[in-house]
């Protein structure tokens, strides 16, 4: 079936980059309690980046990281001060940057 007239999308391109960048200023900016908002994010830009052959990973966004936000306090990985360790006790799997 050919769809036509208002039916039919017409292709468009748009730049994977620009949309990594603003997907992971959410990632950092949203308050706490969307979650799955973030969840939702990260799933669209994960399934598109994998499509195009752009993924290039990711990391957990740490106390540091979370200065910079607007509004978000949740991190996603805690670094522990007296060894070289990660923690990821009582963190946020969704405060990830993708790379």
């Known amino acids: 079936m050919k769809l036509t007239g208002a039916c039919r999308m017409s292709r468009k ?5 620009k949309l990594r960048i603003q997907v992971n200023r959410m990632l950092l900016d949203t ?3 969307d979650f799955d908002f973030r969840e939702g994010q990260i799933q669209l830009l994960e399934s598109i980046l994998l499509a195009t052959g752009n993924y290039k990973g990711f990391a957990f966004l740490n106390k540091q990281d979370m200065v910079e936000s607007v509004s978000g306090t949740t991190v996603g990985i805690n670094k522990l001060t007296d060894n070289p ?3 990821f006790h009582n963190t946020d799997k969704t405060r990830i940057r993708y790379a």
């Open 31 to 33: 308050v706490d309690s």
């Open 85 to 87: 360790g990660l923690n």
């Open 13 to 17: 391109t748009f730049e994977v980059d």
